[in-house]
């Protein structure tokens, strides 16, 4: 198929800031597994496990 376009993609799905609301919005509505990617910290997985994601992809957590 051809890419979207603006137009043809729901604001609501692509906003231009994603907070922790958008995304327990994003869970209610989806049918499928609602996995967070790009985390950058311990704090940041455990606030996507409390704001609903079943799962997480590139954690990128620094060791000490």
Avoid: C
């Avoid at 051809?2 to 231009?16: F, I, K, N, Q």
Wanted: proline share 6%.
């Amino acid at each position: 198929g051809r890419p979207a376009s603006e137009s043809t993609v729901h604001p609501m799905l692509y906003p231009a800031t994603v907070t922790w609301e958008t995304f327990e919005s994003v869970k209610r509505l989806s049918t499928v597994p609602v996995i967070a990617k790009g985390i950058s910290s311990a704090t940041g997985a455990r606030q996507a496990l409390d704001h609903g994601a079943d799962g997480l992809a590139e954690v990128l957590v620094a060791a000490k």
